[in-house]
């Protein structure tokens, strides 16, 4: 807490004098700087009465750069009006000033935010900085929220443990995480284990022991008592948060990925499928003459699974892969993985992402069903989870890989997909990512 | 819809001084402990101008309008007293089901009035205390209907755990137990429970315990008090984790037990008993008021195998458990006020 008031402390600081040196024309004038370091206070205190000093609410999601961005404006703002008040040596002495000290503001707490988060991710996931939870509910939903935060070690929270209603004491439940009471005895386990927080799963527990935590959870010592709602069971759809008349809403949204994240993944999008053209294309025209010169069609098309569970008909280069007599240039074009690059135009036609699940053609839909409502709400990718693999996975593997990624978006994770598909790409095992148990049987190039 | 449930209990000492006839002069001690084995409660309320109860271990039916008088008779006399006296007539649909079969000395009786208590009570909005679910429970089986039965059960399957109850004139004492963890963990893997497939009426061996002690029958009094004491007994055993003394005191009692009224044991239980005693067992009871059912014996870890081994070779079938400690509750509860409103 104290480091970060620091660090913001800092960040203001460097972001106003920057202003100050910019505006004064880069003559070397420092003369204005020290009354413009009085919004550093003025910063500070905008930022905690934005909850930007709230540990619980930060190091995860969009929210806490919103409140950045608000709390800088209001700040330059303040200052603004400070000058008013302190007359002849102004705080903010032109508009220009106040132009560019909002913007510096916002980079210089926005890049500070950034690198702590990372510096606190690396931390969470060598174990420190953690937070000790309780899970109240050890159902299906309860499990796999337990399974959840072991797979996002960088999310900070630790289950030590279950209550649950319906399992004896003791039980185990999962990765050696065990029963220890019913809820009734939350305070004691609370105490027992020293867990810093408690999360209820209203839909593993019984509708008693709900309402009698709700009434007597206010008693356990300070300890933070978080709800998981219950559409997490359901389905991996972004959910806002609104309020309306006092009362807390989730609204679904339609698709996974909305807002900035939409926007940031359609630009990186449409930017690598058109840096990529002038190679795509010589390079399947290249493929396609030679597919032509040894008798065969260059081309298939297969109808394939979209975001929301539309249907668009992909083109494929045709390796005759699998179950068909292979052609020397169907081989290597087969080991190459050049099948799949038409594909691209599917980017660019908004029809498929870069990164995002395996492409299913509605021919092998059943075989997915059960996964359909979370991988309906992303576009399929080029690349993804499916297609890092160095070993060949059950399709039950690779579906909790693409589940994990669908629930967890974020702009990063695409990034880091794509680097390491790159470095597969480089490094010469960009193959075809095969599956256990026949899962990639039928005619269809991107299983 | 509304789901209630609540545990069936195994007793360890004390029973049959629950009655009144007897707690009312010398006091009571009841030393028990519920397990996870459930009657479930399925409460709708609707608009119907009737009120319909289906059992599933009884497979009956009873529906009655709301017109016609009420009548506390036959399998379904508990939830319909239960109704009656919350003066529900209509707009109730119950389906009641049990985890262990009826009549088998585990308090299930008891256990569907407190469930349907549970869940009625919940459906009106009334939010009443373990011990209000507990006394009421006794009123309407003891006061109202006349059964010839103690108030162990319902205080058992109302508190949930492992109590000490204490039974006086002017009142019902719940001390729950606060056993150590591997006590709890060692009686949940060396008390066994084998179901000796025969189900009985316990209310005539009851009614003849009953009649024995108002009238001062000595020896059943003598029982009783050795029965009380051997209570106390097992409320220290079972504090200091002592499970073989606990073994032998319900070898104890179970001698004591026989001498309260005829019907309690048979050869045939006696056979199943002395079976499990010559293969490693210490000492155990037939549970609740005798005649059948449910055969409870205490027996060293490393002669639960040959014990189950030589009772399931007599045809027995011993049934897994472990402790309850909730007592009853309402699981899921989506009914509307509409019923408070209803029957205000």
């Known amino acids: ?447 | 819809m509304l789901i209630a449930r609540a545990p069936v209990r195994i007793s360890f000492a004390g029973g049959g001084t629950d009655f009144e006839d007897y707690y009312a002069r010398f006091g009571g001690l009841v030393v028990s402990a519920t397990i996870d084995k459930y009657i479930y409660v399925f409460l709708t309320v609707n608009r119907g101008e009737s009120i319909q109860i289906m059992s599933s271990d009884y497979r009956t039916f009873h529906r009655q309008r709301a017109e016609e008088n009420m009548l506390w008779d036959g399998d379904l006399a508990l939830p319909r007293a239960v109704l009656n006296h919350f003066n529900i007539r209509e707009g109730f649909s119950m389906f009641l089901a049990s985890q262990v079969p009826p009549g088998t000395g585990l308090g299930s009786s008891s256990a569907v009035t407190v469930a349907v208590l549970k869940g009625v009570s919940g459906a009106l909005g009334l939010q009443l205390s373990k011990r209000q679910v507990a006394e009421l429970a006794c009123f309407i089986e003891i006061e109202k209907l006349g059964m010839p039965i103690g108030k162990q059960d319902q205080f058992a399957a109302a508190y949930g755990g492992v109590n000490a109850i204490t039974f006086e004139r002017d009142g019902v004492t719940v001390e729950p137990l606060a056993l150590r963890s591997d006590t709890l963990e060692a009686l949940e893997r060396e008390i066994l429970l084998f179901y000796t497939g025969v189900a009985r009426e316990a209310a005539r061996v009851l009614d003849a315990q009953r009649r024995a002690i108002a009238a001062d029958d000595a020896a059943v009094l003598t029982s009783l008090h050795a029965i009380k004491a051997a209570a106390v007994e097992m409320r220290r055993y079972l504090l200091a984790g002592d499970l073989g003394g606990v073994g032998e005191l319900l070898h104890a009692s179970w001698e004591q037990k026989k001498r309260l009224a005829p019907g309690i044991s048979n050869a045939r239980i006696d056979e199943y008993y002395e079976t499990a005693r010559a293969h490693g067992a210490i000492g155990g009871k037939i549970a609740g008021a005798g005649g059948g059912g449910f055969l409870m014996l205490y027996c060293p870890l490393r002669r639960v195998g040959r014990v189950t081994d030589a009772l399931e070779r007599l045809g027995l079938r011993r049934m897994d458990f472990a402790m309850d400690r909730d007592g009853a509750r309402i699981l899921v509860n989506n009914t509307l006020p509409l019923a408070a409103a209803r029957y205000a």
């Open chain 1, 1 to 447: 807490m104290l480091g970060l008031l620091l660090l913001d402390s800092v960040a203001v600081a460097v972001a106003l004098a920057a202003a100050q040196w910019l505006a004064s024309d880069q003559d070397g004038s420092w003369a204005g700087v020290l009354p413009l370091l009085v919004g550093v206070p003025v910063a500070v205190a905008v930022f905690g009465l934005h909850r930007l000093y709230v540990l619980d609410e930060l190091f995860e999601g969009p929210t806490e750069y919103g409140r950045v961005i608000y709390g800088c404006t209001v700040s330059t703002l303040g200052l603004i009006v400070l000058g008013f008040w302190t007359q002849p040596a102004s705080v903010v002495s032109s508009r220009e000033l106040a132009a560019l000290a909002w913007v510096l503001l916002i980079l210089a707490v926005g890049v500070a935010r950034f690198l702590l988060r990372r510096v606190v991710r690396t931390i969470r996931r060598r174990g420190g900085l953690t937070s000790r939870a309780i899970v109240v509910g050890a159902g299906a939903a309860g499990l796999s929220l337990a399974r959840h935060f072991a797979d996002l070690k960088h999310a900070g929270v630790r289950i030590v443990g279950f209550v649950d209603d319906f399992l004896p004491v003791g039980t185990p439940v999962v990765d050696g995480l065990k029963v220890l009471g019913p809820p009734s005895s939350l305070a004691r386990v609370v105490e027992e284990t020293g867990a810093h927080e408690v999360i209820v799963v209203p839909a593993a527990m019984a509708w008693e022991s709900f309402r009698e935590l709700s009434h007597s959870g206010l008693n356990l010592n300070g300890t933070a008592i978080r709800v998981l709602p219950a559409v997490r069971d359901v389905v991996a759809a972004n959910v806002k948060v609104h309020e309306r008349g006092f009362l807390p809403f989730l609204t679904l949204e339609r698709f996974r990925i909305s807002g900035v994240d939409a926007v940031l993944k359609g630009a990186m999008d449409y930017a690598l499928a058109l840096g990529a053209l002038p190679v795509v294309l010589p390079v399947v025209g290249l493929a396609a003459t030679a597919l032509l010169v040894t008798g065969v069609r260059p081309f298939r098309v297969v109808r394939m699974v979209g975001r929301g569970g539309t249907t668009f008909r992909a083109v494929f280069l045709d390796t005759g892969w699998p179950g068909g007599v292979q052609n020397a240039v169907q081989r290597l074009l087969y080991r190459l993985g050049l099948d799949r690059l038409p594909l691209v135009l599917h980017v660019l036609r908004g029809q498929m992402s870069v990164v995002g699940p395996r492409p299913i053609p509605v021919a092998r839909r059943a075989v997915y069903e059960s996964w359909m409502p979370d991988l309906l709400l992303v576009k399929p990718g080029l690349t993804g989870m499916w297609a890092l693999w160095d070993e060949p996975v059950s399709i039950d593997d690779e579906m909790r890989a693409t589940l994990f990624y669908v629930r967890n978006y974020t702009i990063w994770l695409d990034l880091e997909l794509l680097v390491r598909s790159v470095l597969r790409l480089v490094g010469g095992r960009w193959a075809h990512p095969a599956m256990e148990g026949g899962a990639a049987r039928g005619r269809v190039a991107v299983h």
